[in-house]
């Protein structure tokens, strides 16, 4: 099997896809949860740094927000920092914006921290 067929499985693992059982056995994608969640708290974790007042205004929803913004914006880059690029994008979003119910300026207030 080709590493970048595994490595496709992975990422659909991650972003909630249904998977290839042949490729990822159940105990492989129970073992892949344990790392999601590490990846999910290191982008909290940056996340709150980079956009400190967006933060407290959604820290309520903040890591179901998280877990969306992984999903929908996965990184294409290997600089770590560069991994928060998007988030203005998400809160831009009408259908994020309906579900939060947070003021309209958001992703502006949001682009402003990440500038």
């Known amino acids: 099997m080709a590493l970048y067929q595994i490595q496709q499985e992975i990422l659909k693992s991650m972003q909630g896809q249904e998977t290839d059982p042949q490729t990822l056995p159940a105990k492989t994608q129970e073992?892949?949860?344990?790392?999601?969640?590490l990846v999910l708290s290191s982008l909290s974790s940056l996340m709150q740094n980079i956009y400190p007042l967006c933060y407290k205004i959604l820290e309520p929803s903040w890591n179901e927000l998280m877990i969306q913004y992984q999903n929908k914006y996965p990184s294409k880059s290997a600089v770590y920092n560069k991994l928060a690029a998007d988030f203005h994008k998400l809160l831009a979003e009408p259908a994020v914006q309906e579900k939060y119910n947070y003021p309209n300026y958001l992703s502006e207030l949001a682009l402003y921290e990440w500038t």
């Not at 073992?31 to 969640?37: A, D, G, M, T």
């Open 31 to 37: 073992e892949l949860s344990i790392y999601y969640s």
